[in-house]
């Protein structure tokens, strides 16, 4: 089956007044139909280019972007316009129509689209119910706060019923609480409507909430790509590994210290690991910091130990949490790991 | 002079003064609204792009607005006697009035228009409108209270100007003004009309700012 988005050999380059800037460099992607995809990097990594280039907001220098199965590249500008219809977008500063009140700011799609009024109408009131806002109705976005807007974006960006939903970084201007209602709002659409989600982001803690699959972008590039589990638990490039381990590993004191990080990925919550090593090893471990969630009965997260001096000891250790199938790497004071 | 002679006067010199804004600041619309999407719409980072038009239009709207309106006024008289027929009186004062006041109108609705976030317009096109829906749904709409105010701007000015046409008999207020004020030194004829011209630059001015601000759906709550 093809793959609902996909990338070949995209470019795309800026000519700006000092010189040419290649935002995209040769990216090669897939994303399947129901993924909840996360695409993370620094900022000026590319990711908003790379977003905007699957409803073709910007245009590709180079390379073919396929919607299923079928290349932007070669639509007219009616074709193109139809098929964004299909393809709802989310923004990190909602882009509501200010003299709209909510209820017609749901519309808008519709009207776009030639809906009749009565029948957009209805929809919009039937989306309002989904993200919880029917009270809002007549409100105007300036009387909503940032996670309303945000309810009402995404209301909006599903009228058309479309088959993706790409939220650039929607929960940026956000609180944490605010920013996990949302994206639990956003899964719970993904699993409600089928819809694929592609999110740009350079918070971690947003692809680890929600996403399966994660393609991490540097510099223009797709550096790794892979299940979400595959590279939090075992990241390849440096900046994959910047990206994951954030600030823990940066913060060690440098020493002689042995430290290592220990990667929780779906373990027994209810097993407690660190406690055993401890008992059956009879080492004095240090927790230098901690990173763990508890979803629905397992433990996923890390933990940056410091282990005692003695090789001997240690090794038992790391050896004991290992044999637990917990990922135990070695943590040097710059950051760098490398995997036991 | 009599006092009814002298309300008479101002009265129908006020009827011809506003006469003269409205129709003029009407028409100025219908050539300057067309010309401000343009020079939104044909920006570099516009709807449509086209860099040489854009160019043109800006230097065109430019030119138009930097020759003073005294100037303009006698320049095009004998554009004024092909249209109406006759140079002076109100309605012949109306063809330099739109020529002074289109390419104004035009920078505002560009400014009014520029107001509106870049990223309103780019949701409107992640979900497939065309460059038409967005300058009808989206850009004019959400600049809605920019351009009530600017039209505001745009009453008094022209206002002002139709003052101006005074000095070659362009009818209304102003021409009351300069003919008992300066040619007759009537200082208090002067006086009470300039009066009446504040009074109703005041009145449009404030009626604008309530209309636009009624409408703005920004500020509530």
Redesign the interface.
Known sequence: MNPIVEFKNVSKTFYTKNGPFQALNQINLAIQEGDIFGIIGLSGAGKSTLVRCI?Y?EVPTEGEVRIAGRDLGKMN?KE??????E???I?Q?F???????VLDNIC??L???GVKKADARKRAEELLEIVGLSDKAK??P??LSGGQKQRVAIARALA?NPKIL?CDEATSALDPTTTKAILALLKEINQKFKITIVIITHEMAVVEEICNQVAIVDAGKLVETGSATDVFSKPQTEIAKQLVYKEEANQLEVGGKRYVRVVFDGNSSFEPAIADMILNCRVRVNIMGADMKNIDGKAYGQMILQMPDEDVKAQQAIHYLEERNIIVEEVTAHGNTGTH | METQELIKMLAEGSVDTLYMTLVSTALAYVIGFPMGIALIVTRKDGLKPMPAVNRILDIFVNILRSIPFLILLIAVTPLTKLIVGKSYGSTATIVPLVIAAAPFIARMIESSLLEV?H??V?????????PL?IIV??LI??A??SLIVGCTIALSTILGYSAMAGVVAGGGLGDIAIRYGYHRYQTDIMLITVIVLVLIVQILQEVGMQISKRT??????
């Open positions: 409803n907001l500008q193109l316009r139809r098929q964004r219809q393809i709802g977008m923004f500063n882009n509501l129509l200010m003299q709209r009140n808008f799609p009207e776009i689209a409100s105007y300036s009387q058309t790409l | 976030e990223g309103v780019e949701a409107a096109l992640s979900m497939g409108a065309s829906k749904k989206v709409p959400e809605k209270t703005d759906k920004r500020v509530r709550g």
